[in-house]
């Protein structure tokens, strides 16, 4: 099983649509996760950060769920700005040294 | 606050030239270090990472080298660059154990 893994898309929805995006992790042990934001040909930008069972912020909505091993991303009222690739990242196993695992991203694309 | 510096923006070169990408960090101290590549339309692939000046990790072995001459300062060379490492070449810092990395601007490596 792959240390991070997610659904590359794309998901394309209207504008004011809400979506959610899933991402799984096989290392049972990691407790902090975060979810970044990627604009195409630019770098990966920190959205949010998830320490605990979930974190809000505004239209944004992170969910963890240990159980199962899954993290959530959920927006709402989607706005055209909202259109980029999201990736999911995880600790690496075994990772004291603070490096991270990055998914290989969902796209999603809001339309007018 | 911290903020990282990346140069240059873009760089174009021929087969079997050397190659040095230079990355500082500013407004922190004693930052772990990364580089990262993304070829077009993949994922994060983590190159090095280090934890203090002089101590470089290496993940993926190829004829790339990275160096710290000093806490906030990270550079990536090669001696003889090949058509495969082109890409967009990520910088990022963090502060230590499982934080959130934050990345430079990156370097768009395009190898003719």
């Known amino acids: 099983r792959k240390e991070v893994e997610q659904d590359p898309g794309p998901f394309n929805v209207p504008e004011g ?39 809000e912020d505004g239209r944004f909505t992170a969910q963890l769920n240990r159980a199962s091993q899954y993290i959530s991303l959920l927006i709402r009222d989607s706005k055209l700005s909202d259109s980029a690739t999201y990736l999911c990242v995880a600790p690496h196993y075994g ?18 | 606050s911290q903020t990282i510096h990346q140069w240059p923006a873009t760089l174009v070169q021929p087969v079997g030239s050397p190659l040095s990408l230079e990355c ?18 993949r994922g994060l692939q983590l190159l090095f990472y280090s934890v203090g000046i ?15 001459p000093q806490d906030r300062q990270f550079i990536l060379s090669s001696k ?21 990395q934050h990345f430079g601007d990156g370097t768009r490596l395009s190898i003719l």
Do not use: H
């Open chain 1, 17 to 55: 649509a809400t979506v959610a995006f899933n991402c799984t992790y096989s290392n049972s042990a990691s407790q902090s996760f975060f979810w970044y934001r990627q604009d195409c040909r630019k770098e990966p930008k920190l959205l949010m950060s998830v320490y605990s069972s979930g974190n």
């Open chain 2, 80 to 100: 003889k660059l090949l058509l495969s490492d082109s890409g967009f070449y990520l910088c990022a810092w963090s502060g230590t154990g499982v934080q959130p």
């Open chain 1, 95 to 112: 990772g004291s040294q603070g490096n991270l695992i990055f998914g290989k991203g969902t796209k999603l694309s809001v339309k007018p």
């Open chain 2, 24 to 41: 500082t960090v500013e407004g922190t101290s004693n930052p772990n270090l990364y580089w990262y590549r993304q070829a077009a339309g």
């Open chain 2, 54 to 68: 002089g101590q470089i990790s290496s993940e993926v072995p190829q004829n790339l080298s990275a160096s710290r």
